[in-house]
């Protein structure tokens, strides 16, 4: 992504989207029949925030994210990151539990965009969190979300690898 394209973004609330929705392409179906299918009735539902990155000079939806609380047990991260003290079974924390680019702005760095879009709107909530957990669909997305100091969950059983990034001083 250049510089002088972060100009003409804008990160709307799904319920603030003037643009069609069925331009919204993606290669992964299944998030982009969530976009065009689900995220408006989970966001009215109150199940997820959805947020959605918009080029203003080409009227384009170029990706969407969506946020919904988690609780998350203190056993599933390793415990070399946890610091002591920590008196709860649980730890707050937010999911992105979908995150998808426009096959048109794919490898264009709005990927990472979105998820600093996340990390900031999350810090700047009145609502605490510890981390952040993504669940990668696949290995290519495990490895996008490492690049950017994702950390793999230990002993999860789970059919897509669970990641989280610490936001809180009490990991690691």
């Known amino acids: 992504m250049k510089n002088e394209n972060l100009i003409n973004l804008t990160v709307l609330p799904l319920e603030e989207l003037s643009l069609k929705k069925n331009s919204f392409s993606c290669s992964v179906k299944a998030l982009e029949s969530y976009f065009h299918q689900d995220a408006s009735q989970d966001v009215k539902k109150r ?3 959805c947020f959605v990155l918009i080029d203003n000079k080409q009227s384009k939806i170029i990706g969407y994210y ?3 609380a988690l609780s998350v047990p203190v056993s599933d991260i ?3 990151r946890i610091k002591k003290g920590i008196p709860y079974p649980n730890i707050p924390a937010v999911l992105i539990g979908r995150l998808a680019i426009d096959d048109s702005f794919q490898k264009q760095g709005y990927g ?3 998820i600093a879009d996340a990390m900031y709107k999350i810090k700047n909530t009145t609502v605490g969190s510890a981390i952040l957990v993504v669940d990668a669909k696949d290995d ?3 490895s996008f979300y490492e690049r950017l100091g994702f950390i793999e969950f230990e002993h999860l059983e789970t059919k897509h690898r669970k990641l989280f ?3 809180a001083k009490i990991i690691k």
């Open 47 to 49: 199940l997820a925030k």
């Open 66 to 68: 969506t946020l919904s």
């Open 78 to 80: 390793p415990q070399e």
């Open 112 to 114: 990472k965009f979105l």
């Open 140 to 142: 290519n997305a495990a």
């Open 165 to 167: 990034y610490p936001l």
